[in-house]
C-alpha cells in the first residue's frame, strides 16, 4: 500500500481505500517554489518598468538640468577635492536666492524654513532690542530703537533712545565701544541665560544693566490711555500685563494702541485690546504702525474688521490679489465698525518708513471704506527729510518641495490691491505729498509719539 494511501473499514466491514493528501512538508516546498517564482517574476517586472520609468524621467528632464546632473557626477568623480552635497546645492540654492529671485523670494533649508516659522509666531531669542548700528553721519553707533516686549531687556527696564557704549563680564570689566560686530562676538561667548554687563547712555547720564539672553515670546499689541495701560502675551485679558506706561496726552475720550507686526498672536491681542477700549468706553483711537513690517494676510484681515466703515455686508473685501491670469478676493471675518466707533469718531494712524506690506495693506482698506483720510495719516521722516511707507505691494506664498527633509521655496505670487480703488503701492507707498501730516524722528521716549499725536488730534 502506498504511503499516500489509509486503511478505513466502511459501517457494512468492507475495507476500501481513502486517498489522503501529500504530507503538509510537501505541499510546503511545493507552495514555497512556487512562491519563490512568482517573488522573481514579480521582482524582474518592476525591474523592468523601473528601467523604463528612469529612462522616461531621464529623458523628459530638459538638456540643461540634465548637463547639471552630469556636472555633478564628473565633480563627485574626478574633482581633486572633496565636495560634499550640502556645498554643491549649497552655492545653487544661494545663486538662486541672490541673483535670480526678487528680494523677497527665497528657497529655505529646512533649517531656515523651520526658523521663519518660529520667528512668525513670535518666539524670540535674545535680549530683545532693535539696534541702528550707524549713525546720520555714517558714524559707528548701537542707538536703541525699540525694546520687543515681554523681553529680557524690558524686563531689565532698558528703554528706546539708549545708546549701548560698552559691555563685560561684570561692572569691573567693561570693554568700551560703539561697534555692533565687536558686540555680537561678545554675545556668542555667552549662553542663554548667562548673566553679562552692558553699560547705557541716555540723555547724557550712563548706567550699568545686568541682563542674559533668553527665549521669548514677543508681544506686539500695546494698549495706553491715559490712566491705563496693558500689553498682552496672549488673546486672554486674564494674562494681560499692566504698567504704569500711560499717556497723558490723550483725552478721556481717546485710547492708543501699537502694533507691532501681522504675526504670533496680534490677531486675538488686538481683538482683546479692543474689548478693553470699548468697555472703557473710548470712542477715539491712535493706531501706531510705525516700525510694523507686515506679517500674515489673515491676521490683517481680522484686524481690518474693526476699520471698514462703510462697507456695506457682514464680510467687506479688504485686499485683493492680483496674480495676473486671475484675482482673488480676501474678506474680512466681520464688519465690526459701529460696535465700536460711531460716525463722529477719530481714528488717525502712525506710520513711517518700516511700516510695509499688511500695514500698506490695511491703511489701504481703512482708507477706501473711510475710516481715515489721509489727513488723518502722520508720516515720521527719514534722515533725509523723506516721510513715506516702505512701499510694498506684493504677496509671497510658501510651498513645501520635500515632505520628508521640509525645506520650501518662498515666491512673490501676486500684486496686492486695496479693496475698492484697486490701487497698489507697490515700489512707492503712502507719501508725505498724499496730503499725510509728517513729524520728525526721535527716539527718545514719547517724544515722536507726542509730536505725532498732537498734529493729528491738537
Known amino acids: 500500500m502506498s504511503e499516500n494511501q489509509e486503511n478505513t473499514t466502511n459501517k457494512e466491514g468492507k475495507k476500501r481505500i481513502r486517498r489522503i493528501p501529500a504530507p503538509f512538508e510537501q505541499i ?102 532693535v539696534i541702528s548700528t550707524q549713525s546720520e553721519s555714517g558714524e559707528k553707533q548701537m542707538l536703541i530703537t525699540r525694546v520687543c516686549g515681554n523681553s529680557p531687556a524690558e524686563t531689565a527696564g532698558i528703554t528706546a533712545g539708549s545708546y549701548i557704549i560698552g559691555f563685560g563680564a561684570d561692572e569691573t570689566n567693561i570693554t568700551l565701544s560703539k561697534d555692533y560686530d565687536e558686540f555680537s562676538r561678545f554675545l556668542a561667548d555667552y549662553e542663554a541665560g548667562e548673566k553679562f554687563i552692558v553699560r547705557l547712555q541716555k540723555n547724557g547720564v550712563e548706567q550699568n544693566v545686568q541682563i542674559s539672553r533668553e527665549e521669548y515670546v514677543e508681544n506686539y499689541v500695546f494698549y495706553r490711555t491715559n490712566k491705563t495701560a496693558y500689553s498682552f502675551t496672549t488673546g486672554n485679558f486674564s494674562e494681560a500685563i499692566e504698567s504704569q506706561n500711560t499717556l497723558a496726552c490723550l483725552d478721556d475720550d481717546t485710547a492708543y494702541i501699537r502694533l507691532i ?38 491676521t490683517m484681515q481680522s484686524i481690518a474688521s474693526y476699520f471698514c466703515k462703510t462697507a456695506t455686508g457682514n464680510r467687506p473685501v479688504v485686499a485683493i490679489a492680483d496674480y495676473g491670469e486671475k484675482k482673488e478676493s480676501f474678506r474680512a471675518p466681520r464688519n465690526d465698525y459701529y460696535n465700536y466707533f460711531t460716525d463722529e469718531s477719530r481714528i488717525v494712524v502712525l506710520a513711517d518708513g518700516d511700516s510695509a506690506s499688511a500695514s500698506e495693506c490695511l491703511l489701504g482698506a481703512m482708507l477706501d471704506y473711510g475710516a481715515i483720510t489721509y489727513a488723518d495719516i502722520c508720516l515720521t521722516e527719514n534722515a533725509s527729510g523723506v516721510a513715506k511707507t516702505f512701499g510694498k ?65 491738537g
Not at 518598468?49 to 546632473?69: A, E, K, N, P, Q
Not at 552635497?85 to 529646512?110: H, M, R, V
Not at 496680534?266 to 482683546?272: D, K, L, R, V
Open 28 to 129: 510546503k516546498k511545493t507552495k514555497a517554489w512556487r512562491l519563490v517564482a512568482s517573488i522573481v517574476a514579480v521582482i524582474a517586472i518592476a525591474a523592468i518598468s523601473f528601467s523604463i520609468g528612469l529612462c522616461v524621467s531621464w529623458f523628459s528632464l530638459d538638456s540643461d538640468m540634465r548637463t547639471l546632473i552630469e556636472v555633478k557626477k564628473k565633480i563627485n568623480k574626478e574633482y581633486y577635492q572633496e565636495i560634499s552635497n550640502e556645498q554643491f546645492y549649497g552655492t545653487l540654492f544661494d545663486a538662486i536666492n541672490s541673483e535670480l529671485l526678487d528680494d523677497y523670494s527665497e528657497y529655505l533649508s529646512p533649517e531656515e524654513l523651520k526658523a521663519l516659522t518660529s520667528d512668525l509666531d513670535g518666539n524670540r531669542a535674545g535680549l530683545g532690542v
Open 261 to 298: 507686526q501681522f504675526t504670533g498672536n496680534a490677531g486675538s491681542a488686538f481683538t482683546q485690546a479692543m474689548h478693553v477700549f470699548k468697555e472703557e468706553g473710548k470712542t477715539n483711537l491712535v493706531l501706531d504702525l510705525r516700525g510694523n513690517g507686515g506679517g500674515y494676510l489673515n
Open 393 to 457: 505691494g506684493i504677496m509671497q506664498s510658501t510651498y513645501l518641495l520635500n515632505l520628508v527633509d521640509r525645506d520650501a521655496i518662498k515666491l512673490t505670487t501676486a500684486r496686492i490691491l486695496w479693496p475698492l480703488s484697486n490701487h497698489c503701492i507697490h515700489d512707492r507707498g503712502v507719501l508725505s505729498t498724499d496730503g499725510t501730516k509728517t513729524v520728525a524722528r526721535d527716539y527718545n521716549g514719547d517724544n515722536e509719539l507726542i509730536a505725532a499725536i498732537g498734529k493729528l488730534l
